[in-house]
Nanobody, 125 residues
Framework: EVQLVESGGGLVQPGGSLRLSCAVS????????IGWFRQAPGKEREGLSS????????YYADSVKGRFTISSDNAKNTVFLQMNSLKPEDTAIYYC??????????????????WGQGTQVTVSS
């Protein structure tokens, strides 16, 4: 069974930075996409960014474009989300997930088959 494990969350002051990691294991297929999502209390889960395992293409939602950067270390089977200029409204549980069809730019949850357990990010002074 595919496993995704997020880490790197925590408490940060407004304007600060965090780097989230998503360690992926037991993947037996190629050409997938890994996406980062978040869910704030009382809100729907929101797709933020995704990256293709095949060619490294990336996608960013408008809400994070210019502040967040997705990257991958294929040797370590890990995907990162560098988050800069954090705002209180970025407070949420952050999840990574896999779309086995490798779609980039379409982050509807229904496309994502495997999910991590999430990591809490709190932006507060």
């Amino acid at each position: 069974e595919v496993q995704l494990v997020e880490s790197g969350g925590g408490l940060v002051q407004p304007g600060g930075s965090l780097r989230l990691s998503c360690a992926v294991s037991r993947v037996t297929f190629d050409g997938y996409a890994i996406g980062w999502f978040r869910q704030a209390p009382g809100k729907e889960r929101e797709g933020l960014s995704s990256i293709s395992s095949a060619d490294g293409r990336t996608y960013y939602a408008d809400s994070v474009k210019g502040r967040f950067t997705i990257s991958s270390d294929n040797a370590k089977n890990t995907v990162f989300l560098q988050m800069n200029s954090l705002k209180p409204e970025d407070t949420a549980i952050y999840y990574c997930a896999i779309d086995t069809w490798g779609r980039i730019g379409d982050m509807r949850e229904v496309w994502y088959d495997y999910w991590g357990q999430g990591t809490q990010v709190t932006v507060s002074s």
